[in-house]
C-alpha cells in the first residue's frame, strides 16, 4: 500500500499566514498495519481528518481575535488543527486531542512547516475517562456531530475537561444534531446561543455553517 498523496496549501490571517499539509483530496488511504481499522475507522472515513473542511477554517477565523490571555484550550476533533495552528502562532495555550491514529503526525509536519511550537497532542477517544488531559477555560470543535449518538459522548467529554468558567466554541456545518446536543449542554448547566457563519472566500458560498457558544460559570 503506497503512501498517501498530499497537497501543501497557505491561508492567509491579518497578521500571519498558515501553511497546511493535508491529503490530496479524500480518495486517499493508508492503513498498512490496519491501526485505523482496528479503532473502527473504515476506509470510507480514513481521510475525513485530513482535509481542510469550511467548519475548520470557519474555526480557526473565530480564532483569529479571540481573546484567549491566561487560558488554557483544547481543541476537540482537530483533525488539520488549523484553528490549533492559528492559536499556536499567537502564542495560546492550546492542546488538540483526535482519534485517528494520522492526526498527530500531521500536526506535527504542521507545526514544523509553520515554525512553531510543539502542540501537545493526545489521540483519544470522547469516552475515555482516564485520557490525564485536565480542564481547560476555552474549548473549540469543528463538525464534530456527525452522528446521532455523539450527542451524549461528546456533551460529557467536554463537561469532563470544562473548568469551573469555562466557553466552549463549536462549529457545526448543519448535520441537523446540534440542537439536541445544545439541549443537553443547557442540562449540564450550560448557557448558550448560536450564529450563522457568513462564508468567505475561502469558503463554499453554500456553506450554512452555525457558531455554536457555550458557556459555564
Known sequence: ?????????????????????????????????GEAESLGISSAQWSLFGVL??????????????????????EVGCGMALASLLLNSRQADITATD??????????????????ETIP???????????????????????????REHIELLSTFIHRHA?????????????GNHAAFSKKMCSLGYSHHQEKIAPTAEMSPSFKGQMLYYQQG
Open 163 to 175: 473548568a469551573p468558567a469555562c466557553e466552549v466554541i463549536l462549529v457545526d456545518p448543519g448535520r
Open 1 to 33: 500500500m503506497s503512501a498517501p498523496r498530499v497537497r501543501y496549501q497557505t491561508l492567509e490571517y491579518p497578521h500571519t499566514d498558515i501553511h497546511i499539509r493535508s491529503l490530496r483530496d479524500r480518495q486517499e488511504y493508508s492503513d498498512p498495519l
Open 53 to 74: 473542511w469550511d467548519s475548520g477554517k470557519a474555526l480557526a477565523d473565530q480564532m483569529v481575535s479571540f481573546d484567549i490571555d491566561n487560558k488554557r484550550i483544547l
Open 99 to 116: 482519534y485517528h491514529p494520522e492526526a498527530g503526525n500531521f500536526l506535527r509536519e504542521n507545526v514544523r512547516l509553520n515554525q512553531g
Open 121 to 147: 497532542f493526545l489521540r483519544t477517544s470522547w469516552d475515555s475517562h482516564s485520557d490525564g488531559l485536565g480542564q481547560f477555560d476555552l474549548i473549540i470543535g469543528a463538525d464534530l456531530l456527525y452522528e
